[in-house]
């Protein structure tokens, strides 16, 4: 396949793209130093609020792929981010795990279990979930909080298959409240396109996005906005394969155009 464009920047997801569980995927590794050799600019991306930005460069660069905190994004970051815009220090009740809380106490943010107290629900990736966060969430939706969500994702990658994730959280909480979410920040959202090209300084047109499956890793040329206007996107498939190359595709989900990917073969 012929390499006509390398981008400035690449905004690379990690779950089942560079890693699955605690394995580097095949050629993952080279992929990234071939790309940085070549001068683009990586990020790498979760949607994943198990691990803070640092959590997750400690185990890239114990994985041998060199990585600063500021140089990965994540949902609860985003998240974090997104509502000290539309409400700074407003007080949340989390439907989430240790990591997701600690972000969002280190932005200013109050946690609460007190239904009538709550501003904003946040259902995340939740391993601890039951019946009683169901209760609250239930209680302050119907009070009035607004419901918000780190990410979409059905299911995470994991060596076993995948594991139930956010979605699976959301859907318990819009079953019993009949309130659809009303904000997800995570990808393929323009909230997470926006922050993407704020840390890279960069319009979408510069940026390609890589990810593992298809409908979360669509990148788009920006309006100034964050919305977006072109679907593209750097796509891995399925787990196992050998090689990255860089190349051009046609996406016959979007008719004729075609879009500069980073795919395994």
């Given at each position: 396949?012929?390499?006509?464009?390398?981008?400035?920047?690449?905004?690379?997801?990690?779950?089942?793209?560079?890693?699955?569980?605690?394995?580097?995927?095949?050629?993952?590794?080279?992929?990234?130093?071939?790309?940085?050799?070549?001068?683009?600019?990586?990020?790498?991306?979760?949607?994943?609020?198990?691990?803070?930005?640092?959590?997750?460069?400690?185990?890239?660069?114990?994985?041998?792929?060199?990585?600063?905190?500021?140089?990965?994004?994540?949902?609860?970051?985003?998240?974090?981010?997104?509502?000290?815009?539309?409400?700074?220090?407003?007080?949340?009740?989390v439907v989430g795990e240790a990591p997701l809380l600690g972000e969002l106490r280190a932005a200013g943010f109050r946690l609460t279990e007190e239904p009538g107290a709550v501003e904003f629900v946040v259902a995340s990736f939740d391993r601890t979930f039951d019946y009683r966060k169901l209760q609250i969430a239930f209680d302050a939706i119907r009070a009035g909080a607004r419901f918000v969500a780190t990410n979409g994702d059905r299911y995470c990658p994991a060596l076993t298959g995948g594991l139930p994730d956010a979605a699976a959280v959301i859907g318990a909480i819009e079953g019993c409240t009949g309130k659809q979410v009303e904000v997800v920040v995570g990808k393929p959202s323009p909230i997470a396109a926006r922050a993407i090209l704020d840390q890279l300084r960069l319009p979408a047109s510069e940026c390609i996005i890589v990810g593992d499956r298809r409908r979360p890793h669509r990148c788009h040329h920006a309006r100034a906005t964050g919305r977006f206007r072109h679907p593209a996107r750097l796509c891995a498939p399925p787990v196992g394969r050998a090689a990255f190359e860089v190349g051009r595709i046609g996406n016959p989900t979007y008719g004729a155009a075609t879009w500069t990917v980073v795919t395994t073969t």
């Open positions: 396949m012929t390499v006509d464009r390398i981008f400035p920047s690449y905004a690379l997801d990690l779950d089942g793209t560079i890693y699955l569980g605690d394995a580097l995927l095949p050629e993952a590794k080279r992929a990234v130093e071939t790309l940085r050799t070549a001068g683009s600019c990586i990020l790498f991306l979760s949607n994943n609020p198990l691990q803070t930005r640092a959590d997750y460069a400690a185990k890239l660069n114990h994985l041998g792929v060199p990585a600063a905190p500021d140089e990965v994004i994540n949902s609860s970051w985003v998240l974090a981010r997104w509502l000290e815009r539309e409400a700074p220090g407003a007080r949340l009740f």
